[in-house]
């Protein structure tokens, strides 16, 4: 089992920026891709970012492309989303996961976060 636990989420104006945190324990996190997905109100939750388990390689939705970046510490255990140039439509309560890359891209990981509430206000 690996347990998650986000944070970092909040209420900010557009523009600004956040960085939101995933801490991991339990199986070894360096054993696992792990991705940022995020579900706002009356939507479907939708993939974010993802990062290979060495932290070689990145993905982005093209909605977050150029203001996100995703991170990992491996020493650490955390999982971080760096969050520039914030909008509302960024607002969404935001989860992290971990798993097989494939898999985890396609929104089908082995294990989610609670989630941390992301609040954009124009």
């Known amino acids: 089992q690996v347990q998650l636990v986000e944070s970092g989420g909040g209420l900010v104006q557009a523009g600004a920026s956040l960085r939101l945190s995933c801490a991991a324990s339990?199986?070894?996190?360096?054993?696992?891709?792990m991705g940022w997905f995020r579900q706002a109100p009356g939507k479907e939750r939708e993939f974010v970012a993802a990062?290979?388990?060495?932290?070689?390689?990145?993905y982005y939705a093209d909605s977050v492309k150029g203001r996100f970046t995703i991170s990992r510490d491996n020493a650490k255990s955390t999982l971080y989303l760096q969050m520039n140039s914030l909008k509302p439509e960024d607002t969404a309560l935001y989860f992290c996961?971990?798993?097989?890359?494939?898999?985890?891209?396609?929104?089908?990981?082995?294990?989610w976060g609670q989630g941390t509430q992301v609040t954009v206000s124009s």
């Open positions: 996961a971990a798993g097989s890359l494939g898999p985890l891209r396609l929104g089908v990981p082995d294990y």
């Open positions: 339990g199986r070894t996190f360096s054993n696992y891709a």
């Open positions: 990062i290979s388990s060495g932290g070689g390689s990145t």
